[in-house]
Each structure stands twice: as structure tokens, then as C-alpha cells.
């Protein structure tokens, strides 16, 4: 936010990352590590912020795909053990 303290980590600043999860979080004012961080998530904000967010309907297509796939794995993942069975 004032580009002179970086805070990275895991830590969500809820109550239950507080209290409850195994959390972590660095915070530095090390110039050379708050200039670098920075400018990575700049590059990455705007590599990202350039791509079409995806419609409704492609949404629930992609959905559906991996929905599809995950089916199919454990469909083969029975008959593996099956076979193994047998």
C-alpha cells in the first residue's frame, strides 16, 4: 500500500488464521526486498488483469469438464482396486 513495508505470507487476518491455523507471514522494510516483491506483483497484476474473465456460461462449462474428469478418475480408480482384487 506505501510501498515500504512488504508483508507476504499465508496469513489471511481472520480469527481463525489467528487463533486456530499454522499461519505465516514476513514483514520488512528491507528496501531492496520491498522494491523487487512490488515489482513482481505488478508485472503479475497486470499479466493477469489482461485476461478475459471467463462468461457465466464458460464458467459452468469448465465446470462441468472437470466435474466430468473427476468422474472418470474415480471410475478408473475403482476398477483399478477391482482388478487388484480379483
Same mark, same amino acid.
Given at each position: !500500500? =506505501?510501498w515500504? +513495508?512488504?508483508?507476504?505470507g499465508? &496469513?489471511?487476518? #481472520? &480469527? #481463525?488464521?489467528?487463533? $486456530?491455523?499454522?499461519?505465516?507471514? !514476513? !514483514?520488512?522494510? =528491507? +528496501? &531492496?526486498? !520491498?522494491? @523487487? &516483491?512490488?515489482?513482481?506483483?505488478?508485472?503479475?497484476?497486470?499479466?493477469? @488483469?489482461?485476461?478475459?474473465?471467463?462468461?457465466?456460461?464458460? %464458467? %459452468?462449462? /469448465?465446470?462441468?469438464?472437470?466435474? /466430468?474428469?473427476? *468422474?472418470?478418475? *474415480?471410475?478408473?480408480? %475403482?476398477?483399478? $482396486? #477391482?482388478? /487388484?482384487? %480379483?
Open positions: !500500500v =506505501d515500504r +513495508v512488504l508483508l507476504c499465508s &496469513y489471511n487476518w #481472520s &480469527y #481463525s488464521a489467528s487463533a $486456530r491455523n499454522n499461519e505465516n507471514c !514476513v !514483514v520488512t522494510e =528491507d +528496501v &531492496y526486498l !520491498v522494491a @523487487k &516483491y512490488s515489482a513482481e506483483f505488478e508485472r503479475l497484476w497486470r499479466e493477469f @488483469k489482461a485476461a478475459a474473465p471467463l462468461s457465466q456460461q464458460q %464458467a %459452468a462449462i /469448465r465446470i462441468q469438464q472437470i466435474e /466430468r474428469g473427476n *468422474r472418470e478418475r *474415480r471410475r478408473f480408480a %475403482a476398477m483399478a $482396486r #477391482s482388478h /487388484r482384487a %480379483a
